[in-house]
């Protein structure tokens, strides 16, 4: 119990309680509405300043800022994320991951078809080597000239407009592709496909469904996701095995772009991203779509006035920025590995389909003369599409290994391990041997290069800082397709010529990437994600 109070806070003003003054006053210290009352709350809080008590009871606050001084009430701020991670997940962020899911599939289905479509037109329309692996490169070409594009047009009219136009956009011209009357037709409208895909599809919808996250479950919903990539390639396989058939090629082009116009329709559902709507000095519509999030979870939105955290950050960084002395070594390696992922994940798709067209009597298959002029041309068969669709579930192995090793021994080991196995792997299908142990060994290499890939996606974003972080993703994500554009003419061109060779390459390539992965110099398990650049020089003055 206090008997004398030298001063204490109420409302704007001062007043002295002096129990010589009138009459002793008690006061019990540990009721909370006492504590406010005589300003006993601690600092930032609406009530007022925490006092510091010494030996004659509370200071006087007016000798801590001077004689006369007025204190107003602070207010309380809070961030876009801050306010994501006080709702939590909940519905809306369920049904966002089945809409971010989807657009996996959809994309996945994009470029799963480039491995069937090539096998089917060389056939029907006596395509040399060089042209299927053409239909494939100019679909990779297309998404590389088309990032800055829709870059603007994302940063000009929103994330959610650029998803609904560019899925809009590729699923007119898959559809488009359907009815190619020439070779020449369909590298164009195959092309144009590419470019809506370049619109960064997938990113778009990663970030997007990333900045709704609470921060505690946002790496493992975000590889979680990447299963929908795996479900909608098995998808179209599946889809292949039923209409490649009977109804051809033709058919299964305009059914695959379908899912595509169901996402652009379920994107309206989409709220525009809050940070977007911040950036853009719409406070209120970001405020709103916070409210809409917690009224959907059920959750209540968190005191104070919302306020913009990006003031607080430095510019937006450029290229020149990944080649500071702290991220030069790290960056360069980390274009090695990104142009390897592509190179053989993509090249292990189309060297399935290729290995089980080829008659060479050692890859599982029989020796068959070669007809001239393409009177008798072997493509895919019924047993074929049934192999592929074996190798193509590895996904689901490779995106479970991931998860579970990733956060055991590491990112940098990880990659390093998956992309060792899948060497193993690869080069092993050199032996001369039967179809199932052909397809065995496609499997595994698949499911690890598959995680090797994943596990670029986790450690790309943890090791750039946010004022690089999308300057970071987006060189990284041009190697690798700059590695998708190659690869077509070693898993259909050079394998025709050699098998050997261009199984070999793939091994040797990921050897490489095995070395570099190690060689990386920073491990990002369990660390903090930094902010700026000046964070990565300093690290000791950066918050854990």
């Known amino acids: 119990m206090f008997s004398r109070l030298v001063k204490y806070t109420k409302g704007d003003t001062y007043q002295d309680l002096d129990a010589s003054q009138g009459e002793r006053i008690d006061m019990d210290i540990t009721d909370p509405a006492m504590r406010e009352f005589a300003g006993l709350t601690p600092t930032g809080s609406s009530s007022g300043e925490f006092s510091h008590v010494g030996e004659g009871g509370i200071l006087d606050m007016h000798q801590r800022r001077g004689t006369g001084s007025t204190i107003e009430p602070s207010e309380e701020t809070y961030s876009i994320q801050q306010a994501i991670d006080n709702i939590g997940f909940g519905k809306f962020q369920i049904k966002l991951s089945i809409l971010t899911g989807f657009a996996w599939m959809a994309d996945a289905m994009e470029m799963m078809i480039l491995a069937i479509l090539s096998?089917?037109?060389?056939?029907?329309?006596?395509?040399?080597?060089?042209?299927?692996?053409?239909?494939?490169?100019?679909?990779?070409?297309?998404?590389?000239?088309?990032?800055?594009?829709?870059?603007?047009?994302?940063?000009?009219?929103?994330?959610?407009?650029?998803?609904?136009?560019?899925?809009?956009?590729?699923?007119?011209?898959?559809?488009?592709?359907?009815?190619?009357?020439?070779?020449?037709?369909?590298?164009?409208?195959?092309?144009?496909?590419?470019?809506?895909?370049?619109?960064?599809?997938?990113?778009?919808?990663?970030?997007?469904?990333?900045?709704?996250?609470?921060?505690?479950?946002?790496?493992?919903?975000?590889?979680?996701v990447e299963i929908f990539w795996a479900i909608g390639a098995c998808f179209e396989v599946?889809?292949?095995?039923?209409?490649?058939?009977?109804?051809?090629?033709?058919?299964?082009?305009?059914?695959?772009?379908?899912?595509?116009?169901?996402?652009?329709?379920?994107?309206?559902?989409?709220?525009?991203?809050?940070?977007?709507?911040?950036?853009?000095?719409?406070?209120?519509?970001?405020?709103?779509?916070?409210?809409?999030?917690?009224?959907?979870?059920?959750?209540?939105?968190?005191?104070?006035?919302?306020?913009?955290?990006?003031?607080?950050?430095?510019?937006?960084?450029?290229?020149?920025?990944?080649?500071?002395?702290e991220l030069r070594k790290t960056t360069i390696l980390l274009w090695v590995i990104w142009f390897v992922s592509a190179f053989s994940y993509y090249g292990i798709v189309l060297m399935t389909t290729e290995l089980f067209e080829i008659s060479d009597g050692c890859h599982g298959s029989e020796i068959r003369a070669k007809a001239p002029c393409f009177l008798k041309c072997n493509g895919l068969n019924t047993g074929d599409y049934i192999d592929l669709t074996w190798t193509t579930f590895a996904e689901f192995p490779g995106l479970f290994v991931t998860v579970v090793v990733i956060e055991k021994i590491g990112r940098k080991f990880t990659m390093a391990m998956e992309f060792c196995v899948f060497t193993v792997f690869v080069l092993l299908s050199n032996i001369c041997t039967s179809r199932p142990v052909l397809t065995f060994f496609l499997f595994v290499a698949r499911a690890f290069i598959s995680g090797a890939f994943q596990a670029a996606y986790v450690y790309t974003p943890e090791v750039y800082p946010t004022s690089m972080r999308a300057i970071g993703l987006g060189c990284c994500s041009a190697m690798a397709r700059v590695g998708a554009i190659i690869t077509p003419f070693i898993a259909q061109v050079l394998l025709r010529s050699s098998s050997y060779t261009a199984i070999s390459t793939y091994g040797v390539i990921s050897l490489v990437a095995t070395a570099v992965s190690i060689l990386l110099p920073i491990e990002t398990k369990g660390r903090e994600m930094k902010d700026t650049s000046h964070e990565v020089q300093n690290p000791s003055n950066s918050s854990r």
């Open 119 to 224: 096998p089917a037109l060389h056939c029907e329309w006596q395509l040399e080597s060089w042209q299927q692996a053409l239909i494939t490169t100019i679909v990779f070409c297309g998404m590389f000239c088309s990032s800055s594009f829709w870059g603007s047009v994302c940063d000009k009219y929103g994330r959610r407009s650029e998803l609904i136009l560019c899925s809009v956009f590729t699923c007119y011209f898959g559809i488009l592709s359907a009815f190619s009357p020439t070779f020449i037709w369909m590298l164009i409208l195959r092309g144009l496909v590419g470019f809506g895909i370049g619109g960064a599809l997938l990113s778009r919808t990663v970030t997007l469904y990333a900045e709704f996250l609470p921060s505690s479950s946002r790496a493992r919903c975000v590889v979680l």
């Open 238 to 325: 599946l889809l292949a095995l039923v209409v490649m058939p009977t109804l051809g090629w033709k058919w299964l082009l305009g059914l695959s772009a379908l899912p595509l116009l169901l996402f652009s329709i379920c994107c309206f559902w989409l709220p525009e991203s809050a940070r977007y709507d911040m950036c853009r000095g719409q406070p209120e519509k970001a405020m709103a779509t916070l409210e809409r999030i917690a009224k959907e979870n059920g959750k209540p939105m968190p005191l104070g006035r919302l306020v913009d955290s990006s003031s607080k950050t430095t510019s937006r960084g450029s290229i020149k920025d990944l080649f500071i002395p």
